[in-house]
């Protein structure tokens, strides 16, 4: 399996899954994940609620930019 720097926690039903099997499930987890896992679909899914201004900011650009941000 191929390392990677994350943290799953993956229940499963049944005892019978085999150690093959189970990491082959993850790896295609992980293969999943890594598509969907992008800065697009984080600004798809989130707002950023600006206090000082009473703003809810929802742009992509504007909160790709505030991400990167490093205070």
Known sequence: ???CNRDLLVLVESEQMN???M???LEQLNDL???FETIDSFCTAHE?????RHKILYRQDTMQK??????
Not at 48 to 52: A, C, G, L, Q, R
């Open 33 to 35: 994940l890594f598509h």
């Open 66 to 71: 505030i991400i990167r941000e490093r205070n």
């Open 23 to 25: 990491e082959q499930e």
């Open 19 to 21: 150690e093959q099997s």
């Open 1 to 3: 399996m191929k390392t």
């Open 48 to 52: 950023v609620f600006d206090i000082n």
